[in-house]
C-alpha cells in the first residue's frame, strides 16, 4: 500500500484501520489469557474477532482495487471469455433460465451468504469451540487471498462495467431482488468482484462443514451453495471467471488446512499415560 500511496489519497486511513484492528484482536487475546476461562463470551469475540472484521477489510481492499491497474479491466475481460468460450456467460445463462420466479430463487441462495457470519454463534452455543476456531481459521483463510485477487484483477462487476448490456439483458424479480440491490448499492464496493468471496466463503462452509452437521442441514447448505454458485453469474454480480477462481480458493485453503494440522498432529508428542 505504501509503495502505490500516490493512488490512493486516503492511504493513511486504511492503514490506521489495518493496525486497529490487529490491535483489537491483541487486546482480546490478551484479555482472554488474565480473565478467568469461565468467561466464554472473551473467548468466544476473540476467536470470531477476525472473522467479524473480513467485511470491513473487504471494503478496505476495495479501495486499493487499482493501485496496480490504475482502472477496472471488465471491458478487457468480458472480451476475453466471449473469446474463449464463444458467447457470454452472463447475458447466455441470464437467457436460458431467466424469468422474475428464477431471480427470486437464485437471489434468495444469494443472500444466504450473510448467515455465514451467524455460524459461528450457532456452534459456539452448542459446545463446539474447536468447530468454531477452524472455521473461522478457514473463511479467513479463504479470504485474504481473494482480497489481493481485488488487486491483481480490478473488477466492479458485469452489471455496473457493462450497463447497456446489462439493461437490454439482466434479470427482473420481485421483492428478494430489490432487498438485495439496496443491499448492494449500500454496502458493495466497487472493485471487489476477483476471485468471487461469495462463492470461496459459501464452499468454505459447506467442506468444513459437511462431516459436523445433520444430513438435513448438510442437504441445505449443499442447495444454497449450488444455486449461489449459478446465482453470482445469472445474476449479473460477477463473471465466471470469478466463480472460477471463488471455487479454487475454497477447494485449496481446506485442503492445505487439514495437511497443515495433521502435520502439527504428527509431530506432537504423545501425551504420556498414567500409570494402571
Known sequence: MTSFRNRLEDWPELL???????LLILALASAEQRLPTGVRAVRFVRTCAPMLMLPLVYGAAARTARVLHGRYLDADLYAWEKDLLGFAPNTA?????????MTEVLTFCYFSFYGCFLIPAILYAQGR???VERYVLAMVAA??????GFIAL????????LPELHAAHGP???VITAVQSEIMAALDPPGACFPSTHVAGAWVTVLVLRRHVPRMVRLVLWTLTAGLTVAVVYDWYHYLTDVVAGLAVALIVPA???RAVSGRDAVRPARPRSPG
Open 129 to 131: 469451540a474447536p468447530l
Open 93 to 101: 445463462l441470464t437467457s436460458a433460465l431467466g424469468s422474475p420466479l
Open 16 to 22: 490506521a484501520g489495518y493496525a486497529l484492528a490487529a
Open 154 to 161: 480490478p473488477l466492479i462487476g458485469p452489471a455496473a462495467g
Open 256 to 258: 492445505v488446512l487439514e
Open 172 to 174: 427482473s424479480g420481485y
Open 143 to 148: 479470504f485474504l487471498p481473494c482480497y489481493l
